[in-house]
């Protein structure tokens, strides 16, 4: 089976600029969970998706905004850069009958 | 809110044992879960424990206490590529997947 893939891997983008990142979760997966990773505030959650709908939210700005399609993948877009939001972006998913979560490998966003 | 701690590094030596301690106090409980992070990779799975008690799997153990908000992941007979991060994590909500990590503790095995 394969694992959970993102593209793009690596993205380097400028202040302002907007940008979408895309996950595709495991085969037969349904919920999709996004998370932010930084050195100082670890990983944080942002969203999550199940069937198209998005079942929970954290903490943070609507910059940040999400959807799920019926395939299950899943995209994540940021608008209005800062240079804060440099992180490790991560996606996971998980089948509704199990506990955990599958991570994809991340994307790495560099604002500057 | 949700509050979860966990130490921020410890050293050991390879064939050792460690104890990594978790304490949390969230809103809700609905599982715990270990996650390892290698340097510049995503996390994996690890343990989850939702009862009160030691789940056993290779090398690895966890084991929870609810009463106490406690945790602990214990790693024995280390090896050189243990040296990660541990992520103790929580899902408080029974209908959801959001899970709410604490900080992570950097282990690092020497020989």
């Known amino acids: 089976k394969a694992g959970v893939t993102q593209t793009p891997r690596y993205l380097i983008k400028t202040r302002g600029q907007q940008v979408t990142l895309s996950c595709s979760p495991i085969s037969g997966h349904r919920s999709v969970s996004w998370y932010q990773q930084t050195p100082g505030q670890g990983l944080q959650f942002l969203f ?23 395939n299950s993948r899943s995209e994540m877009n940021v608008s209005t850069l800062e240079l804060g939001d440099s992180a490790l972006y991560l996606c996971a998913s998980s089948s509704e009958w199990a506990h955990e979560q599958y991570f994809g490998p991340g994307t790495r966003l560099t604002v500057t | 809110g949700q509050n979860i701690d966990q130490p921020t590094e410890m050293t050991a030596t390879e064939g050792a044992i460690v104890q990594i301690n978790c304490t949390y106090q969230t809103s809700g409980f609905n599982g ?6 290698h ?57 959801d997947y959001k899970l709410s990590f604490g900080a992570g503790t950097t282990v690092t095995v020497r020989a």
């Open chain 1, 48 to 70: 999550e998706y199940f069937s198209e709908t998005q079942r929970n939210k954290g903490n943070f700005p609507g910059r940040f905004s999400g959807r799920q399609f019926s």
């Open chain 2, 39 to 95: 340097a510049g990779e995503a996390p994996t799975f690890l343990s989850y424990n939702v009862l009160d008690g030691l789940e056993e799997k290779g090398r690895f153990s966890s084991f929870l206490s609810r009463s106490k908000g406690y945790s602990y992941l214990l790693l024995k007979e280390l090896q050189m590529k243990d040296s990660a991060s541990y992520l103790c994590a929580v899902r408080a909500a029974t209908n």
């Open chain 2, 32 to 37: 715990l879960f270990w996650y390892q992070q």
